[in-house]
């Protein structure tokens, strides 16, 4: 079976005081899930980057990448990145 390997990961994305980046990855054959990796949220460095999977599946990577960048662009302008990192304790 051959593995597949998801699309490479967008510049860093900037909004509301969050900085992202976002993914398409392979959820199952010719279906793709978009994803953010989260680098910072106001001024706070995450290190390691929290993984955050937006919900829905696309069939290509462009709207899974927007997907994702919807998600984390409306989570940080609701406080639910913020609220996401003090449940994860950083």
Not at 9 to 36: D, I, K
Not at 46 to 71: L, M
Request: glycine content about 6%.
């Amino acid at each position: 079976m051959t593995q597949q390997v998801s699309a490479p990961l967008s510049e860093a994305l900037s909004a509301h005081g969050a900085t992202f980046q976002t993914e398409a990855r392979v959820a199952r054959t010719a279906e793709y899930s978009g994803v953010f990796h989260l680098l910072s949220v106001d001024g706070t460095i995450c290190d390691p980057p929290v993984v955050v999977i937006a919900p829905g599946k696309w069939r290509d990577e462009t709207n899974a990448h927007q997907s994702a960048h919807r998600h984390a662009s409306t989570m940080a302008s609701d406080g639910a990145l913020s609220a996401l990192l003090q449940s994860l304790q950083r």
